[in-house]
Each structure stands twice: as structure tokens, then as C-alpha cells.
């Protein structure tokens, strides 16, 4: 049955109820007094009821019409609101939500990113994944929300805030004997062993393609998955580390290191903020996104990274 109602003529219905006048009715709706006649023929026949029945000069409602009635107006109320913008309000959500990143990220900046979050929003439940290459082509699959790492350009299929950028740089102990120098020479990077750090994304492989293109290559001694490690090895010993410059930046803050440029061109880290566009218009995605971009670029700002930061989305 509820396939053969239109739901004009519930509307109809309500202010032929409340006129009991089929003219006064029609103009209520805009609509000409034979087209509302042509409805409440239409009424009668679904309801089976005459509805409104004559009595002198004027339309009284029957019995049934006035069960209907007092049903009506809620119903009406309810589809009024079933398209309404719906509101949100952080400190009643509750649920998960997953965000991944490089170790980096997730040590030096996600923490504030989720105390923020959980400040406003304490019944939400972080949860947090090291990023993974293959995440970029199944983010929706992989249950991930929010994911932070670097990519030469705006990921294809997903909506991204584009961060900033940065140049990589050579890291070192503050003793190394390359430290004092003002710039590095070719033959000198190449002279000593590196460090890479390989959890959570590509870092440093601009630099290998670079070195590729003259004929070249640096001795990887040692591959770690996290900073702390590399961070801990690079204070013992005279290994470099090619990383990008606000991590090296940020690194020199807690630890005696120094950084020199790099003594051959490689193109910059671009660095973004992405999800699934199914989240682009969801309420306590954006404000959680919100919330961590917020986060991540008082954070490129207070160590220099350069940002043109706009929004990018692929519908």
C-alpha cells in the first residue's frame, strides 16, 4: 500500500482536516480547487472513506478521518526532520576512530593531535595504525579514517589537504667529523655509511634516484622501522641519515644533532592529510579532521616547514 501513496497527499490531507473547506484548502496549498478536489478523491479511495462528509453548507471530518488526524501532524513533523541537517556535537561521540601516519607523525605530533581530540570528544576511542604504502589504493577496506604521509601529488580517488613541504637534509651526530663543516661535498656523503628509517612511508628514496642518475649509490648499513632506533644508532656512530629538514629540525630539539644540506638536487616532500570521500560531508569526520589539521600545521609552522595549505578532494 505505502507504494501506491504519494506523499503530497498526506499533506493535503492534514489541511483538508484542518480547513474541513476544499477552496480554503486548495489556496493553503497553492494548488486550483479542482486539483485538491481530484486529491480528496484520490484520499477517499485509498482511506476507503469518504473523509469529509456534508452537513448543511459546511464539511464535517468522519470518524476515521479524525483517527487520521491525530496521527497526521506527527508523521508530517517526522519527514520534515528525516531531511534536516543533522548536528554534532563532540562530546557526545562515540565510536572509533582510526588514524595512521608515519612513526614520525605518531610520535612528535599525533599525541597532541589526540589529546585535542579526546579533550572535546571523550567518549571517542583513538586508535592508531603505522601507514603503510598499500593503504593508498584500499583506505576505505583498510578501516583507516585519516591517514597523514607523503606523496608527490594529491592522492587519485581521495579527498587530501595538502600540508606543506620540505627538502631533505643530511642528519648526523653533533661530533660527527663532517659536523663543522658548511656544506657537504658528494665525496663526503658517499663517504660514510647511512642510516634509513623504513616504517611508515618512502623517505628517502629521492635520494637514491638522484645519486642513480650520476652513477652512483650510498651504502645503506642499517634499515630500522622506527626513529627512535635510527635517532639512537646515529648517536653512537658516524652513520648519516638522509631525512626530510622538519624532522631533522625537530630530532636537534631533543638530541645532539646537526643537519647539512644535501650536496645534490632532489625534489621536495609533499606532505597530506587524506580520507575516503565518503567521509567529506560526514559531520564528525570533518570536525575530527579538523581538529587534526589544526594540530599538524602549528606543528610544520613552529619548525619551518613551507605550507601553501589548500584543500584538494576527488569526487
Given at each position: ?23 480554503r ?12 478536489s481530484?486529491?480528496l ?13 456534508r ?24 519527514f ?9 556535537v563532540?562530546?557526545?561521540?562515540q565510536?572509533?576512530?582510526v ?50 604521509t ?17 627538502s631533505s637534509v ?8 663532517l659536523?663543522?663543516q ?6 663526503a ?19 637514491d634516484?638522484?645519486?642513480?642518475e ?13 626513529f ?16 626530510p ?13 646537526v ?9 621536495p ?5 587524506m ?41
Amino acid at each position: 500500500m505505502l507504494s501506491n501513496i504519494n506523499l503530497n497527499l498526506l499533506r493535503s490531507l492534514h489541511v483538508l482536516l484542518d480547513e474541513c473547506h476544499v477552496s480554503r484548502a486548495a489556496e493553503r496549498l497553492h494548488i486550483t480547487q479542482s486539483a485538491m478536489s481530484r486529491q480528496l478523491a484520490q484520499l477517499r479511495e485509498l482511506c476507503g472513506d469518504p473523509l469529509l462528509v456534508r452537513d448543511g453548507n459546511r464539511l464535517v471530518p468522519t470518524a476515521r478521518a479524525l483517527a487520521l488526524q491525530s496521527k497526521l501532524l506527527g508523521l508530517l513533523d517526522e519527514f520534515e526532520h528525516l531531511f534536516a541537517a543533522p548536528s554534532f556535537v563532540p562530546e557526545q561521540w562515540q565510536g572509533e576512530f582510526v588514524f595512521a601516519s608515519s612513526d614520525y607523525v605518531a610520535q612528535y605530533i599525533f599525541p597532541a593531535a589526540a589529546q585535542a581530540l579526546m579533550q572535546q570528544a571523550p567518549r571517542l576511542n583513538l586508535s592508531y595504525r603505522l601507514w603503510q604504502p598499500s593503504y593508498l589504493t584500499a583506505l576505505l577496506d583498510s578501516g583507516i579514517h585519516l591517514a597523514s604521509t607523503m606523496l608527490p601529488q594529491a592522492p587519485r580517488d581521495l579527498s587530501s589537504v595538502h600540508i606543506g613541504q620540505d627538502s631533505s637534509v643530511c642528519l648526523m651526530r653533533a661530533d660527527h667529523p663532517l659536523a663543522q663543516q658548511s656544506s657537504l661535498s658528494l665525496d663526503a656523503f658517499l663517504a660514510y655509511s647511512h642510516i634509513k628509517v623504513t616504517g611508515g612511508g618512502d623517505k628517502d628514496s629521492a635520494t637514491d634516484r638522484a645519486l642513480g642518475e650520476k652513477g652512483l649509490a650510498r651504502r645503506i648499513a642499517l634499515q630500522v622501522p622506527f626513529f627512535t632506533a635510527a635517532v639512537n644508532c646515529l648517536l653512537q656512530s658516524d652513520h648519516l641519515m638522509v631525512v626530510p629538514k622538519h624532522i631533522a629540525v625537530n630530532l636537534a630539539k631533543n638530541h645532539p644533532l646537526v643537519d647539512l644540506p644535501l650536496p645534490l638536487s632532489t625534489e621536495p616532500h609533499q606532505y597530506w592529510l587524506m580520507w575516503h570521500p565518503k567521509y567529506d560531508s560526514d559531520l564528525a569526520h570533518r570536525w575530527a579532521r579538523e581538529v587534526v589539521l589544526a594540530i599538524m600545521l602549528s606543528c610544520q609552522y613552529s619548525i619551518g616547514m613551507i605550507s601553501d595549505h589548500h584543500h584538494h578532494e576527488e569526487v
